[in-house]
Each structure stands twice: as C-alpha cells, then as structure tokens.
C-alpha cells in the first residue's frame, strides 16, 4: 500500500466523542473537533517528513473554565513535525526542543489565571511528556490525538494481523481490498481480562488517500469515539 499521506498537503477533520455514563439517565456527551492539514516534507532515509498543523478548534465545552483550559493546552500541539516510519508509526518529534520552550512559556501564561493542586498536576503531567520523547509519542500516537493519522497500519497485507493494544487485549485487522479501495475492519480479541467491555474500528484507503477512520472503546462507564474523514 502506497503511504496515504505521501507527495499530498491533505486536509483531515478529527473528532473525538466523550460519552460519560452511557446507557444512564445522567450521560452526558462532549465533543472535541480539530480541522488539520497534513504536509509532506520529503523523505530523509527510510522515513516520510510530515508538518501537521491544527488550522481549527471545536470544543463543545470552551465556554466553562475547565474547557477553556484544556483548549489553550491543546494549542501546545497545533503544530508538529515528525518523522514517521513506512507502516505509519511516529518514530520521531522533529520539534521537540521547539514544544518544550513553547511549553514554558504557555505554563507562565496559564499560571496568571489558573492554579490549584489538579492544575499543577496536570502541569506536571504534560512536562514529563515533553522530557521524554518516547512518552510522547505515545501520547501523539493515541486516537484522540493523531492516532487515525498515524497507527502503524498503513502496510500492505493480504491476511488479518494481530497487535496487542495498550488497554491488554489484541487488535485483529482485517483487510479487504475491493478494485482501488483498501478497507481495514478491526475488531477486538481477549476482552474479557481486561476493564474494556466494547472495541471496533474501520479504516478506508481509496486511490492511495487515507479517505476515513473510525474507532469506538467503552470502558469505565465511558464512551469514546473517534472519527478522522479527509475533507480536502
């Protein structure tokens, strides 16, 4: 499978669902949505040079104090280059020392109007990620950041492939190809030893564009639903 991002400045909507106590009188739902251009560096070796840029914020919640918050931290990351290997794993943050002085300057700014024990831990949670690169791209590589851009299943196989997941059960990827569209339908093995009750995923490679993806996870009493569409 050729690398859906290759040679292209392609444009994604990123939409991450949180559904708090789903099935109950009392759910609750908010949305998180990030418009983001893709840009092809080049190559430099065996890896793909990509500038991701987050171009638009949605959040459902930016009109309370904790909204807001969480918004003006995720501009931190509204700009990245990485480099990513052939299968589509981040293997690199090629702006990391850039991040880091960003986050400096962002915590001083924060810190004028917000404080607390929660904000400071939360503070130091994301400063640890920064002082370690491998952390970090974790971190990028989960769905609610730029996990359907980047997942590691951009490869060319002809049989389903298994992964164990973070969460400890095993990923099954199934693939289907049907003239020039390439679909990836995943489904989840193993649930039982873990706290997940619900796993599904699908992704849609067409003429060589990653076009859409789609994963959903239920586990403690949460709802989570991400969703990537290409839109230019």
């Not at 640890?128 to 997942?151: A, T």
Request: proline residues 3%; hydrophobic residues 35%.
């Amino acid at each position: 499978m050729e690398h859906p991002l290759k040679n292209f400045c392609k444009t994604y909507r990123l939409e991450t669902v949180v559904i708090s106590n789903p099935g109950t009188s009392y759910s609750s739902a908010k949305s998180y949505v990030r418009t983001t251009e893709v840009y092809h560096l080049g190559n430099e070796k065996e890896y793909f040079k990509y500038h991701v840029l987050v171009v638009d914020f949605n959040f459902s919640n930016d009109d309370n104090s904790m909204g807001k918050l969480l918004k003006q931290i995720s501009y931190l990351f509204d700009e990245l280059e990485v480099s990513v290997d052939q299968h589509g794993n981040i293997v690199k943050i090629d702006n990391l020392n850039a991040l880091r002085l960003r986050w400096i300057a962002t915590v001083t700014k924060l810190s004028e109007n917000h404080e607390g024990d929660a904000i400071n831990q939360y503070f130091s949670q994301i400063s640890s990620l920064l002082e370690d690169e491998n952390k970090l791209i974790d971190f990028l590589s989960k769905d609610h950041m730029f996990g359907l851009l980047f997942n590691g299943l951009l490869q060319s196989f002809d049989e389903p492939k298994k992964r164990i997941t973070p969460e400890g059960f095993t990923e099954i990827t199934h693939p289907v190809k049907n003239g020039n569209t390439v679909t990836l339908t995943i489904s989840p093995e193993n649930l039982d030893s873990t706290d997940v009750e619900h796993f599904r995923g699908l992704f849609v490679f067409k003429e060589g564009h990653h076009e859409e993806g789609f994963t959903e996870i239920i586990k403690d009493n949460t709802h989570l639903k991400h969703s990537l569409l290409w839109i230019g």
